[in-house]
């Protein structure tokens, strides 16, 4: 049975290199960015107009006071093109985004100026280049636009749009099959019968799935009847990960074990000195890393955080880092002979964070899990007195 340090090492020496993919601008939103992306054209890619008003060639001689009149040569709309340059004394009608025409110094705002037929009359003497967004002052052609390894929000998106970008190198979504088994399980929603239970770790497990920037592929819920589990398996080989939840164990229908090595995935290892999850099985077949995960559904959260979601992070160019916090645990607390991956809540007060290990620690309790917001792990035979400073990884939706 392998410590959890070495069954995570030999875990990251089997993650496969990030795929390349090009997709639909549409389609890059949280997603990353597999290359460097050069601006192909300049922005603002003309000298056009910051506001509605006119576009004015001064009389550039010092001293100008009093009410300055210049000639309306024309107008010039957004999207339009000007054609004539503008000589000293005259001026243009432009609206926001028009181009500024040829010999045009300044842009005064429409509420600045009085306009009479032809002639429009400002009382201010602007500086030179007022309200004028010049060609290339937000961005250069050829500049670095967005950087590989980018993390795609909606305003990353824009930026590549107004460059003209139409599709991204993205790099390629895990596709991870997603697999229950148990003869007790039952999907939501239907007639539970005596001895039955609704299967939440297909749930569980695609959403932690997405979570981590991956796709989901569920493969249902299977029986312990090892036919329909092998079935499933040769479909779930097609995906680069697949997880297995339950069957992996020795209890006399654990079969999932038996038959990935019937259907040729060769085991890196079996069982992982911790709690919960103890009996973790890792293995491979050509490029499709498996996982089969132990049945409950805590261990199959705390397998999952500790050990599949670093390989999904890392396939989809994404950093892996756990997020810690440090704060006083709130009680004594003594740990057993394995590894034990606590469910605690972490609360802040004046004083900063308290750390409290939850009542119910029992891998079944799904309860206790769905209260906790951080994971206290602890060395074997680990004695923490109240008081005591420690770190835990925060979970689920904590700030």
Not at 181 to 207: A, H, M, Q, V, Y
Not at 209 to 237: F, H, N
Not at 378 to 387: F, M, N, Q, V
């Amino acid at each position: 049975m392998l410590e959890y340090d070495q069954a995570l090492t030999l875990i990251k020496a089997n993650i496969p290199a990030p795929r390349r993919e090009f997709c639909p601008l549409g389609e890059g939103l949280q997603r990353i960015l597999a290359g460097d992306l050069f601006a192909r054209v300049p922005l603002p890619s003309f000298d056009n107009a910051a506001v509605d008003g006119y576009a004015v060639a001064l009389h550039k001689r010092p001293g100008i006071e009093g009410p300055l009149q210049f000639r309306v040569m024309g107008e010039i709309r957004a999207g339009s093109i000007s054609r004539g340059a503008l000589k000293p004394g005259e001026a243009a009608k432009i609206f926001t985004g028009a181009p500024v025409p040829k010999g045009a110094d300044a842009v005064i705002m429409q509420e600045q100026t009085q306009q009479l037929q032809n002639t429009v009359t400002i009382e201010i003497f602007p500086a030179l280049s007022e309200n004028i967004r010049f060609r290339g002052e937000d961005i250069q052609k050829g500049n670095l636009l967005l950087q590989k390894g980018t993390h795609l929000s909606a305003v990353h998106l824009a930026v590549a749009a107004s460059s003209g970008f139409a599709r991204l190198p993205l790099i390629a979504r895990t596709q991870v099959a997603v697999l229950t088994t148990g003869s007790e399980l039952i999907r939501p929603g239907g007639r539970l019968k005596s001895g039955k239970i609704f299967d939440s770790n297909s749930i569980l497990l695609e959403g932690l799935v997405q979570e981590a920037g991956a796709s989901p592929k569920s493969l249902g819920t299977t029986p312990d009847r090892p036919a329909e589990i092998l079935k499933q398996i040769r479909k779930g080989l097609k995906s680069d990960v697949l997880l297995i939840a339950g069957g992996v164990s020795v209890g006399d229908y654990d079969f999932v074990k038996a038959l990935l090595k019937k259907e040729g995935v060769a085991e890196i290892f079996w069982k992982v000195n911790i709690k919960p999850g103890k009996p973790l099985f890792f293995g491979r077949k050509g490029k499709t890393l498996v996982f089969g995960l132990p049945g409950n559904p805590v261990s199959v959260f705390i397998t999952f955080q500790e050990f599949v979601r670093p390989v999904l992070l890392a396939m989809g160019g994404r950093e892996s880092k756990k997020q810690l916090c440090e704060g006083r645990l709130t009680q004594d607390y003594q740990n057993g002979s394995r590894r034990h991956f606590v469910r605690a809540l972490c609360s802040e007060n004046h004083q900063g964070y308290e750390i409290t290990p939850l009542k119910g620690q029992g891998s079944h309790m799904l309860g206790s899990l769905a209260k906790a917001n951080a994971i206290l792990d602890l060395a074997p035979e680990a004695c923490l007195k109240k008081g005591e400073r420690v770190h835990v990884e925060k979970i689920g939706g904590m700030a």
